[in-house]
């Protein structure tokens, strides 16, 4: 069974940074991809970044490439979004999510989602 439980949000100001993790787990050895998406209120899931699990491709939104990292720890099958010089429009839930298979997109078209994590970018 897949579970992704996300953690690691919480307040920061204008230009911090935050470290956000999703344990994976129920995929054993099978190809998969770990997406980060985010929604504020009032607005539409949005696609921030995703990564493979086969050969760890990494695709990144317009709005945060260059400020966020997506990496993975396979010894204990985490995910981790590195925040950086964040904005208050980067503020909202963030989603970890799970697809099988090695196609990767940034639309929320995933199987399986984590409960969410609120980060909120405030002075």
């Known amino acids: 069974q897949v579970q992704l439980v996300e953690s690691g949000g919480g307040l920061v100001q204008p230009g911090g940074s935050l470290r956000l993790s999703c344990s994976v787990s129920?995929?054993?050895?099978?190809?998969?991809?770990i997406g980060w998406f985010r929604q504020a209120p009032g607005k539409e899931r949005e696609g921030v970044s995703y990564i493979s699990s086969k050969d760890q491709t990494t695709v990144y939104s317009d709005s945060v490439q260059g400020r966020f990292t997506i990496s993975r720890d396979n010894s204990d099958n985490t995910v981790y979004l590195q925040m950086n010089s964040l904005k208050p429009e980067d503020s909202a839930t963030y989603y970890c999510?799970?697809?099988?298979?090695?196609?990767?997109?940034?639309?929320?078209?995933?199987?399986?989602w984590g409960q969410g994590t609120q980060v909120t970018v405030s002075s």
């Open positions: 999510a799970a697809r099988w298979g090695n196609f990767g997109t940034l639309q929320p078209r995933y199987d399986y």
């Open positions: 129920g995929f054993g050895r099978d190809y998969h991809i």
